[in-house]
């Protein structure tokens, strides 16, 4: 005898509507939040814990590689205890990470909270997403994906300016336990309003061994990247040990992941071409996206005199042109094939980057601002361009583990790029200061008048110096963050031959967010 599917519970209306949507979609901006909020904060935390402002990077690195790791785990969590309990659950571990984060002792224990806080927070986006369109009637889901994905697009705008504001006026530690009444007011509303109406469970079985081989190589590989700059990279043996472990663990997962029966990652989905070069673009582009978001904050305010409120300000420009752009790509993305999205978006990625290429020491707060207005052009394309690339010759049962790949992929290169970005910026700064160094001499006639007028104005000669050198080591790092950008736009160009290396894809139309 066979039994009948449970009949779909009727879509909510009125005041409920209204109170869990509105439940729903902060705890999605609240999770968003925290991705770009600690940007600009970094300088204000490494300071006040006493680390340089390159470790204090992890502070980005820890949350961000642990919720990569984490994504695979949602589809099974959701399927085995419900997509409401899973989500309030998450929301409630989030806020309690949140609270250990703002009380955190010293940098070690912060680094260990904001990992807590990015492995328990990765059901919350598609939790809210699919409790969004559940709660909604068919013809009115458009709209219910529609605020989702504005609240995932004015987070971004919000975390720099908030975090920079916090910084500046309060004291770090709020930037994490502002999530406090949020998160207790969004677990309580959606677990007490849609605990009747759980999603069917099942028993599954669960890949640990995978799970913990992905751990074992990613975590490997993030904390050898994190220290290998301060332990000189292979000249200490810890991190020989934690490249061949992160190596061998690789190898390993591939060969489990292959071989076995329900794998944590379906790495099966490269046999599709789409998937593949969509992923190795979405990878790529994006690790130079979010390099250049922890560059620019950490390099306004350590050598430019930037406050943290103001770095926040140049930031939050992109993100307010890739909302109001939103709207209007939505509709014609429907009729465009994705990888003319795709190379406008790249193409105006690299324009950004370009545009940053020519910044000096004088340039004032629009010339770093405007460089952020055109990258928010690329935001407003990219995203859902290169979702739709992927995703169009994937069967439909497959979708949710391919989007579960594809953005713990996408997550885990912003980490690994993280990372690489401070490395490769203080490797180029020392470079240019060696240089600079052997042209700008005591001997040297500019020097000598240089210093006889800071002299005259009421500095010792030691003073003089100093100020001299601090000017040197500030050129240094203006030449390797050109660098840098010169890097990305022609690394984002380089980009646009495999976006046509696959077939042609087309959207449904439908808004997609970053986080999506």
């Known amino acids: 005898m066979s039994v009948a599917p449970p009949r779909p519970l009727p879509a909510l209306k009125g005041a409920p509507l209204v109170v869990i ?6 705890a999605t901006f609240m999770q968003v939040l925290d991705t770009t909020i600690a940007n600009v904060s970094v300088p204000t935390i490494a300071g006040d814990l006493g680390v340089s402002a390159d470790q204090g990077t992890w502070v980005i690195t820890a949350f961000a590689v642990s919720n990569g790791v984490a994504l695979p785990l949602t589809g099974w969590l959701m399927q085995r205890f419900g997509v409401v309990r899973v989500f309030s659950i998450s929301v409630s571990l989030f806020t309690i990470a949140s609270l250990l984060c703002g009380l955190a002792w010293n940098f070690p224990s912060l680094i260990l909270f904001r990992a807590l806080q990015g492995a328990v927070c990765g059901p919350m986006i598609p939790g809210s997403q699919a409790l969004l369109m559940a709660i909604f009637p068919p013809e009115k889901r458009s709209t219910a994906l529609g605020i989702w994905s504005i609240t995932t697009l004015l987070a971004p705008i919000f975390g720099p300016v908030l975090g920079g504001y916090i910084s500046d006026n309060y004291s770090w530690p709020w930037i994490f336990l502002i999530n406090l009444p949020i998160g207790i007011a969004s677990a309580t509303i959606c677990w007490y309003g849609l605990r009747s109406r759980e999603t069917p469970t099942r028993i599954l079985p669960v890949d640990g061994i995978g799970f913990i081989l992905l751990l074992i190589w ?3 590989l993030q904390v050898a990247l994190d220290r290998g700059k301060d332990a000189d990279w292979f000249a200490s043996t810890s991190i020989i040990v934690l490249a061949i472990t992160a190596v061998v663990g690789f190898i390993a997962w591939l060969i489990w992941e292959k071989t076995d029966a329900y794998p944590v990652v379906d790495i099966s989905l490269f046999k599709s071409r789409n998937f593949s070069f969509g992923t190795i673009v979405l990878c790529l582009a994006y690790g130079v996206f ?3 978001l922890v560059l620019l904050p950490l390099w306004l305010q350590t050598q430019q005199g930037y406050t943290a409120t103001w770095a926040g300000l140049v930031a939050a420009p992109s993100g307010v042109v890739a909302v109001m752009l939103t709207p209007f790509v939505a509709r014609v993305m429907g009729r465009v094939d994705a990888r003319w999205g795709g190379t406008v978006s790249l193409i105006s990625f690299a324009a950004s980057y370009f545009l940053r290429a020519n910044l000096t020491p004088d340039s004032s707060f629009w010339d770093y601002a405007i460089p952020n207005m055109v990258m928010g052009i690329g935001m407003s394309l990219f ?9 169009s010759s994937i069967h439909p049962a497959r979708l949710p583990a391919a989007a579960g790949l594809s953005n713990f992929a996408r997550i885990t290169a912003g980490s690994f790029a993280a990372s690489l970005t401070t490395t490769f910026w203080d490797r180029r700064e020392a ?5 600079l160094s052997e042209v700008t001499t005591i001997y040297d006639p500019n020097t000598v008048s240089t210093l006889e007028s800071l002299q005259r104005s009421g500095l010792s000669h030691a003073q003089s110096l100093g100020q001299m050198t601090q000017a040197l080591i500030g050129q240094a790092y203006v030449k390797s963050s050109v660098d840098y950008f010169w890097m990305s736009g022609w690394l984002a160009l380089g980009l646009i031959p495999v976006i046509w290396a696959a077939r042609r894809a087309m959207s449904a139309g439908k808004p997609v967010a970053a986080g999506d």
């Open 21 to 26: 949507s509105i439940a729903l979609a902060v």
């Open 218 to 220: 990613v975590g490997s």
């Open 290 to 292: 979010f390099g250049n």
């Open 383 to 391: 995203f859902v361009s290169m979702i739709t690339l992927s995703m």
């Open 431 to 435: 470079v240019h200061q060696s240089h």
